[in-house]
Each structure stands twice: as C-alpha cells, then as structure tokens.
C-alpha cells in the first residue's frame, strides 16, 4: 500500500501543503479578528455578517464559482488554490478562527494598547508586539484547529486536485490506487484480493 500510494512523496506533499496553509490562515485571521475586536470603521457590521455567513453557509455553495475562478487562472493542480484562499482569511473554516481570534482580543484590557500608543507604537507593531505575545493561546488553538483541518480535507481539495497527492485524497481514493497498482495501470478487480 506503501508503494501504491506513494507514501513518502504524498506526506512530504500533505506537509507542505497543511503547515504552509495553517500558518498562512493563522496570520490572516489573527489580523482581521483583531481589526473587528478593536477599530470602528464604516460598514463593519456588513463585513461582520459576512464573517458569520462564512461559519454557516457551506462550502460547497461557493467552491462551483471558486473553481471557475482558478480554472481560469490556470491554478488547478497547484497549491495556489489552498494557499491563496488561506491569504484573504478565507480558508477553511476561517470564519470560526476568525470569530475565535474577535472574541480573544475583545477580552484584552484596552489599556494595553494605550499604553503602547503613548509610547509611539502605530497599529501595527501594538498589535505585533503587545497583543500577539497575549494572545499565544488563541493562536495555538486555531493553529491546531487548522492543521487537523487541512490534514482530514479531501473534499475542497478533491475539487482542486486531479492527482492524489495528499493524505485524505489517497485514502478516499484507495481502492482505485490499490487496483491500478496491481493491474499495471488499470484499475479493475477487488483490491482486498490483492491484499489477501
């Protein structure tokens, strides 16, 4: 099974693929959570909405559009099509890690960022060198959230990726992988006869 599916080039790929995209999201997330929890700026309660339409609404409803998008850009079966949606805080499930990451930093006192204000610190590096420090928990747990995410999806990639070169995608496709292996490239008969 090892050798059928590839093993060592399919982790290596699953890798790549999973610990890029969760520290990507983590990022994205962690930026715009924080622009909801602490700034008021016009149309934030639309942008918010959207925000929570992106935890309810499935992703099947937007992966048609999605890949008609990267089909024209000639981004199928590359990873552009998970690591772009992880830059624009619109991986998977980003809409939870971004309401995680809202809720966190509205539970830290606003004095911290005053005082960092009055001692020169733009937006920025307040948020890069007071809230991040703060915030450590929050960013482990979504960082967790993401990787286990990204490791079990077969669905969303199965969509973006002819060839199975991640974990979730050569397990869901085992049976044809196993079949092809032992018939020379045709994938016929019932594997588990090869197996036995």
């Known amino acids: 099974t090892a050798q059928a599916i590839e093993l ?3 982790l290596w790929n699953t890798i790549k693929l999973n610990i890029g995209c969760s520290l990507i999201q983590v990022v994205t997330t962690s930026i715009t959570g924080y622009g909801f929890a602490r700034f008021k700026f016009k149309g934030k309660n639309i942008f918010f909405g959207i925000v929570i339409l992106m935890i309810l609404v499935p992703p099947q409803v937007i992966l048609l559009p999605q890949y008609d998008q990267f089909m024209s850009l000639k981004l199928i079966n590359t990873a552009w ?3 772009l949606p992880a830059m624009t805080a ?3 499930r980003a809409g939870l890690m971004i309401f995680i990451f809202i809720q966190f930093f509205k539970g830290l006192p606003k004095e911290l960022e005053d005082a960092a204000y009055l001692d020169g610190c ?3 590096k307040t948020f890069v060198t007071i809230m991040v420090p703060n915030a450590l928990s929050s960013f ?3 960082f967790l959230f993401s990787v286990v995410w990204y490791w079990n999806d077969s669905y969303v990639s199965g969509m973006f990726f002819t060839k199975s070169n991640t974990i979730a995608l050569q397990v869901s496709n085992l049976y044809t992988t196993i079949s ?3 018939n020379g490239g045709t994938p016929t008969g019932i594997p588990s006869d090869w197996l036995v």
């Open 90 to 92: 619109n991986g998977l």
């Open 180 to 182: 092809s292996y032992f």
């Open 81 to 83: 099509t998970m690591y």
């Open 140 to 142: 482990l747990t979504v």
């Open 8 to 10: 060592d080039k399919t």
């Open 122 to 124: 733009g937006p920025f």
